[in-house]
């Protein structure tokens, strides 16, 4: 079945800069929709980037809009998050997610489940 495998995490200083990467897989249809969520500390799960890869759209948090952007790469098979000025409260563990619909705004805020969730990747800022 999907499995999602997120890497790219570590520390980084206050401004720098990341790029998150999400390996797939297999089942290419079963993806139309990716996502990139984050766990603060003592914080629930947050959406933070979505791209519908059908319809090449994307949304973003309020909060990370002009700094992130969600990406793919079509011929690697990799979706992206590229993260730059990044901040403490930036610090969190992150997680990529795929669906096989791509009711954005439902999944975006977690109002549905997604089909499938990596393990995280930890990204801490200081």
């Known amino acids: 079945d999907v499995q999602l495998v997120e890497s790219g995490g570590g520390s980084v200083q206050a401004g720098g800069s990341l790029t998150l990467s999400c390996a797939a897989g297999r089942y290419t249809y079963k993806r139309n929709c990716m996502g990139w969520f984050r766990q603060r500390p003592g914080k629930d799960r947050e959406g933070l980037a979505v791209?519908?890869?059908?319809?090449?759209?994307?949304t973003y948090a309020d909060s990370v809009k002009g700094r992130f952007i969600i990406t793919r790469d079509k011929a690697k098979d990799l979706v992206y998050l590229q993260m730059n000025g990044l901040q403490p409260e930036d610090t969190g563990m992150y997680y990529c997610?795929?669906?096989?619909?791509?009711?954005?705004?439902?999944?975006?805020?977690?109002?549905?489940?997604?089909?499938?969730w990596g393990q995280g990747t930890q990204v801490t800022v200081s």
């Open positions: 791209l519908w890869i059908g319809g090449a759209t994307t």
């Open positions: 997610a795929a669906d096989r619909g791509c009711r954005m705004r439902l999944l975006f805020r977690l109002l549905l489940p997604w089909d499938y």
